[in-house]
T-cell receptor, first 114, second 113 residues
Framework: DGGITQSPKYLFRKEGQNVTLSCEQNLNHDAMYWYRQDPGQGLRLIYYSQIVNDFQKGDIAEGYSVSREKKESFPLTVTSAQKNPTAFYLC?????????????FGDGTRLSIL | GDSVTQMEGPVTLSEEAFLTINCTYTATGYPSLFWYVQYPGEGLQLLLKATKADDKGSNKGFEATYRKETTSFHLEKGSVQVSDSAVYFCALRVYSSGSRLTFGEGTQLTVNP
C-alpha cells in the first residue's frame, strides 16, 4: 500500500546530541513537510520541500535541519541547538502546486529528552 | 496572513448526540478547506475536504459546507459514536501561499457510552 513511513516511533535524545527522524513516502509526491505538535496544540511547520534538492524554512526552523536528496525521503535532524525538542513530529506529503489536494501524514515520531 | 480558528474544547458528548465543531478562517487567497482527525498516538487522517464555495464535504457520517460569505467550515455529525473520540483539526490551503497547510488548534472530542 502507498503511504508515509516515519521511524522510529519513539526516540530519546541526550543533552548535546543530534538525532535524525526518518520519513519515507511511496506516493510519488513532490512535496514533503515536517510539523511539530506540542500537547494540546495544533501543528507548526518546521520545514518543507517542494522538489528534490530544495527546501524552505517554515515557522519554527531554528534548531532543525533537513535534506532532500531523493524524492522519497525527507529526513529531519533535531540538533543540540533546539533547546526544547520534546514533542510529537509529523511528516506529510502532497501533490505539489495543487492547493485542492490534501496532505497525507505519517504516524509520527515522539521525541523525548533523557 | 492565513489563519484558522476552531471552537475551544474539549467537547464531551453522549453517544448518539449531535456534533458541531465550529471553524472559521481568514485567507489571503481562495482557500481549499479540510478537516483532519487524529486518534491517540497517531498521525492525522484526512476526514473530508471542500475546494470551492458551497461545496459540501462528507465522509463517515461527518459533513462540512464551505461557506464563503461567513468564512466558515463547520463540522457536523448527526449521531456520534464512542469510536469518534479523537482530536479534530480544521485546515486551509491557499495556492498563493505556496503549498503549506494552515491548521486550527484542534478540538478534543470525547464520546461517552
Amino acid at each position: 500500500d502507498g503511504g508515509i513511513t516515519q521511524s522510529p516511533k519513539y526516540l530519546f535524545r541526550k543533552e548535546g546530541q543530534n538525532v535524525t527522524l526518518s520519513c519515507e513516502q511511496n506516493l510519488n509526491h513532490d512535496a514533503m513537510y515536517w510539523y511539530r505538535q506540542d500537547p494540546g496544540q495544533g501543528l507548526r511547520l518546521i520545514y518543507y520541500s517542494q522538489i528534490v534538492n530544495d527546501f524552505q524554512k517554515g515557522d519554527i526552523a531554528e534548531g532543525y535541519s533537513v535534506s532532500r536528496e531523493k524524492k522519497e525521503s525527507f529526513p529531519l535532524t533535531v540538533t543540540s541547538a533546539q533547546k526544547n525538542p520534546t514533542a510529537f513530529y509529523l511528516c506529510a506529503s502532497s501533490i505539489e502546486d495543487r492547493s485542492n489536494q490534501p496532505q497525507h501524514f505519517g504516524d509520527g515520531t515522539r521525541l523525548s529528552i533523557l | 496572513g492565513d489563519s484558522v480558528t476552531q471552537m475551544e474544547g474539549p467537547v464531551t458528548l453522549s453517544e448518539e448526540a449531535f456534533l458541531t465543531i465550529n471553524c472559521t478562517y481568514t485567507a489571503t487567497g481562495y482557500p481549499s478547506l479540510f478537516w483532519y482527525v487524529q486518534y491517540p498516538g497517531e498521525g492525522l487522517q484526512l476526514l473530508l475536504k471542500a475546494t470551492k464555495a458551497d461545496d459540501k464535504g462528507s465522509n463517515k457520517g461527518f459533513e462540512a459546507t464551505y461557506r464563503k460569505e461567513t468564512t466558515s467550515f463547520h463540522l457536523e455529525k448527526g449521531s456520534v459514536q464512542v469510536s469518534d473520540s479523537a482530536v479534530y483539526f480544521c485546515a486551509l490551503r491557499v495556492y498563493s501561499s505556496g503549498s503549506r497547510l494552515t491548521f486550527g488548534e484542534g478540538t478534543q472530542l470525547t464520546v461517552n457510552p
